[in-house]
């Protein structure tokens, strides 16, 4: 693979994701799912976790994939996958297939970090040649932003609602990435669509590595950020920048931070254009964005310990 | 798409056309309309690159007009559109006007 990575080049590949699918207007989701089935050069079997993408790509008889893809149930997208993998495995054993294909598995925050959770660390554990990919919007979004292990500290959403008694979410949120480098697997990694060079490269190297692989992608969601349709972009990147999103990889046990920001800006930023924080913003709840940044500030510290720049 | 009786589906809800979803057209959700100014444009691609919708034509490395038939006008071309010499090369109209 000595080809450069342009959008140039990339624009001439076919787009294994079509229009017409039902995401809505504005949505991260559909940007990570491109870049990643652009970053192929293989044939993808794909895997898919019950949330938006899933809901929203496949009605009724209309599908907007162009490659094989199977949802089963919420919990086992990861097992599901396991199992077709397996399978592969088994027809090449017999030489009734000799076509090199990879394994993707997609799923949302509630599917991966929640329900899924189990039978993703069961997968990674058995040591499949898949790689699953999270697109993490922050909450169960699809079912109408109830709160997910996945939800930021001081977030309102609709089971955690920021009134008098609680402000948002009382808990920090899990940090799944690292929980799978934990596992020992070969490749784990954290990317950004507003980063596209740098996530095209992270799933190009995952779909190179034999064994089980995990890639958790922030995917900014209007609907439950009550934030514009248009900044999808802008606020995966605030994320990046803010370090609240640290780009970073951990091959074979080892970390790398990919992309270090120029400047670290004040978690304020990524929080301001979004709805969900508002009431962080209100008179007297300054101790609210304190503990959000200090959280930050302890993981990206941590990060640069782990990789060695500090 | 015609819809199909229960005798015609296929068993394990399995859909057999690969990327029937273009013949859902999702354009009627737009309230805003992006317009591309060729002369502002410097084929950077980032629209193409961050659409959700896949919705900008692209041949050969240089970027065409919108699939009005499928953009929701989320804006996110708009938006991330460096434009040339500060004049942006995307700007989003009301639909309707």
Not at chain 1, 284 to 309: P, T, Y
Request: hydrophobic share 35%; with cysteine; aromatic share 10%.
């Amino acid at each position: 693979m000595a080809t450069t990575l342009t959008l140039k080049e990339l624009s001439k590949k076919e787009d294994l994701l079509t229009h017409g699918h039902r995401m809505c207007s504005g949505c991260g989701a559909p940007i990570v799912v491109k870049q990643l089935l652009l970053a192929s050069d293989y044939p993808i079997v794909a895997a898919n976790a019950t949330g938006c993408l899933e809901v929203s790509t496949c009605i009724s008889q209309y599908t907007a994939w162009k490659i094989p893809w199977i949802h089963n149930a919420f919990e086992n997208a990861a097992a599901t996958l396991s199992g077709v993998e397996t399978m592969y495995r088994a027809l090449k054993k017999q030489g009734k297939l000799d076509k090199e294909i990879k394994f993707v598995a997609f799923g949302g925050d509630g599917g991966t970090y929640d329900i899924g959770f189990q039978s993703l660390s069961g997968a990674a554990e058995r040591g499949h040649d898949m790689l699953y990919v999270c697109y993490d919007n922050g909450a169960y979004m699809n079912t109408g932003i109830q709160r997910s292990s996945a939800t930021p500290i001081g977030a309102d959403t609709t089971t955690c609602p920021a009134g008098s008694v609680i402000k948002g979410k009382t808990q920090p949120r899990k940090n799944l990435t690292r929980i799978m480098a934990a596992h020992g697997i070969p490749y784990v990694a954290q990317a950004s669509p507003s980063h596209w060079k740098d996530a095209i490269t992270k799933f190009k190297k995952a779909l190179d590595i034999k064994g089980p692989k995990f890639i958790d992608v922030i995917s900014p969601c209007n609907r439950g950020w009550r934030s514009r349709t248009d900044d999808a972009i802008l606020l995966s990147r605030l994320a990046v920048e803010t370090c609240y999103w640290p780009l970073y990889e951990v091959e074979q046990g080892f970390t790398k931070i990919t992309v270090v920001p120029k400047e670290k800006k004040p978690i304020e930023e990524f929080l301001k254009p979004q709805g969900r924080f508002k009431h962080m913003f209100a008179p007297g709840n300054e101790w609210l964005l304190k503990l959000a940044q200090e959280e930050v500030d302890r993981e990206w510290e941590r990060l640069r310990k782990e990789a060695g720049s500090e | 798409m015609k819809l199909k009786g229960w005798k015609d589906l296929p068993p394990g809800a399995v859909v057999t056309e690969a990327g029937s979803a273009a013949e859902f057209k999702t354009g009627s959700w737009r309230s805003f309309r992006p317009v591309w100014l060729a002369e502002n444009c410097i084929q950077c691609l980032f629209c193409w690159m961050y659409c959700p919708d896949m919705s900008i034509k692209v041949k050969d490395g240089k970027r065409g007009e919108y699939d009005y038939d499928y953009c929701k006008g989320c804006g996110i071309c708009a938006l991330e559109c460096p434009g040339k010499k500060g004049k942006k090369a995307i700007v989003m109209e009301e639909e309707g006007k």
